[in-house]
Every structure is written in structure tokens, then in C-alpha cells.
């Protein structure tokens, strides 16, 4: 029976697809975005996470600690992430409840149970499921089996993905999704790899394939000051898809909500200045996709 690592399940949600949501958000990542708000789905692996402004320094994790993976320097609870084993008995003596470990594991089966707890608000705004990351496709022999658990109780699914993975699981699972949330962050592939890790040819050629599927795609752009948010940028990225099977275009300002996490994983932020866009330039760029006939929204 595959399993899944899960960080978090996000009820009544609007923002991941039509009517009332509950988003899934798994475990691991291919790509390394410079701007990710979440890092504690990157890793493929569990990951302790520690909120430093909870913790009072009791030291019961430090005693708790059967490998002594955790030690205090300079008035910090430090964990030696070689020797951390994620039993998580220091989660459970940490009596702030300053310390988590990122990373659940779930059966298809019983995260259809979970699902299933919002059933009546997608009967009533005609909303569903919606599988995001980190990157769902890495855990790919799960996805299967869990919408095809889905398609036989007709729950609407949607999957939020980066493109990047074989085709071929694309395409296996076409009958079962009923919208793509497709991520495209940056045409030019050299500033893909500068920003993103990985080129971008996979991606776009997924896209392409997707669309000639007749795959129900909604386009999300992350848009971002000083990377890709110029008009130059944006129109070649309707060049681009003006060919493709798309309608709907979802405009992402970035925000630093996230960074505060990179900290409490014990991570550095980018050293890359990252600015959110200002209104009146995103709605220049609503404009231009609006002027090719598309329906766009700011945010989502």
C-alpha cells in the first residue's frame, strides 16, 4: 500500500480552484524557487521545525532526546540534524508547543476519509479537492490510487503542479483530474535555472502536451519585482500561450510571509532582493492578458 508524506490539510479554502477547497499540500519538490513561500515542502523527507519566539529554554526536548541530536548554544535550542532520527519525542516534551515535525504520513484511504469531512461544502459551491505541494507528482503511485478513490465517490479534483515530471503521469491520470493549476514562472530558460534550478523545457513542453489533451488548464503566474514582472517578460508569455488550450490566468504578487519559516527550519532566505510588484503594475499586467481575451484574477 503506497503512503504520502502531507504537511498540512487546508480546509474551505477559495483560492485553489472553484467553490469551497480543501487544498493537500505534500511533502518534497523538484524545484528550488528562490522566492518559495513554502520550504517545509521541499524536502522529500520529515523535517523538525522549531518557533524560537515559543520556546522558554526548559530543555525537556534536550533530555528527551534519545540520539542527543539537541544541545543549547547561545541561548538556542539547536538540533544536529545528522543525528536527528524525527521520533519525535521532543515534540511531545516541548511544553510550548514550540517544536513540530513537518511531514505526515497517509494512505490514500485515509486521506480520502479527511477529504471526505468537507464533502457537503463541495456538493453546495461546486468545489472539491485540490492536491498542491511542494510538488504532488513526486508522489505520483499515491496520487493514482487516491484519485481514482475520488472518481468513484465524484469528488471534483484539481492539481496544483510545477510541470516538472514525465509526461506519461500526466497523462495516465487525465480521466480522473478535472482542473490543472499550472505554474509558469519564467519563459527564458537561462533565468529559469538562475532562479528556479531546473531549465524550463520540461515544463513547457508539458504544458503544450496538457493543452493539446484538451486538458482543463488555468494558468498560475507568480509575479515578482526585479525577475519577471516587466511588460517584455509578460508578453512573450502570451506569445507563448496564445496556441494553447487556456482561459483562465491567476496573477500571484509575491509576499514574504514565508520567510519566517526558512528561520524556524533552521534555513537562510534567499540572499536575492525579492520585491512585491506594486498594484498599478499588476494591473498592467491584467490588462495585457485581458486584452488577449483572457479572465484573469489577481491572486488565488
Request: hydrophobic residues 35%; proline residues 3%.
Amino acid at each position: 500500500m503506497s503512503r504520502a508524506l502531507i504537511t498540512n490539510i487546508q480546509r474551505c479554502s477559495t483560492k485553489d480552484g472553484p467553490g469551497i477547497r480543501t487544498t493537500v499540500f505534500f511533502k518534497g519538490c523538484p524545484l528550488r524557487c528562490v522566492w518559495c513561500h513554502n520550504p517545509e515542502t521541499q524536502s522529500y523527507n520529515k523535517e523538525i521545525i522549531q518557533n524560537n519566539e515559543k520556546c522558554i529554554l526548559c530543555k525537556k526536548c534536550l533530555l528527551a532526546c534519545p540520539n542527543d541530536a539537541i544541545s543549547v548554544h547561545n541561548n538556542t535550542i539547536c538540533t544536529d540534524l545528522n543525528k536527528c532520527i524525527k521520533c519525535g519525542r521532543c515534540v511531545e516534551y516541548c511544553v510550548n508547543n514550540a517544536r513540530d515535525i513537518v511531514g505526515e504520513e497517509y494512505t490514500p484511504e485515509e486521506l480520502l476519509i479527511e477529504i471526505k469531512k468537507d464533502e457537503m461544502f463541495y456538493e453546495e459551491s461546486g468545489g472539491g479537492v485540490t492536491l498542491s505541494g511542494g510538488e504532488v507528482m513526486s508522489q505520483f503511485e499515491f496520487i493514482k490510487e487516491f484519485l481514482v478513490l475520488c472518481y468513484k465517490e465524484k469528488i471534483s479534483v484539481a492539481i496544483d503542479t510545477c510541470g516538472y515530471c514525465d509526461f506519461h503521469k500526466y497523462e495516465s491520470i487525465l480521466k480522473y483530474v478535472d482542473l490543472f493549476l499550472y505554474d509558469l514562472k519564467i519563459l527564458d530558460s537561462i533565468l529559469h535555472k538562475k532562479y528556479i534550478g531546473k531549465t524550463n523545457d520540461i515544463i513547457l513542453g508539458n504544458l503544450k502536451r496538457l493543452s493539446e489533451a484538451h486538458a482543463n488548464i488555468n494558468l498560475r503566474l507568480p509575479i515578482i519585482e526585479g525577475i519577471n514582472a516587466d511588460i517584455c517578460q509578460i508578453e512573450e508569455i502570451i506569445k507563448f500561450i496564445k496556441p494553447l488550450n487556456i482561459i483562465k490566468i491567476n496573477l500571484l504578487p509575491y509576499h514574504d510571509i514565508g520567510v519566517y519559516k526558512y528561520f524556524n527550519l533552521n534555513r537562510k532566505y534567499t540572499n536575492i532582493k525579492l520585491e512585491k510588484p506594486n498594484d498599478e503594475l499588476m494591473r498592467k499586467i491584467k490588462l495585457c492578458f485581458e486584452k488577449e481575451g483572457y479572465d484573469v484574477q489577481i491572486g488565488g
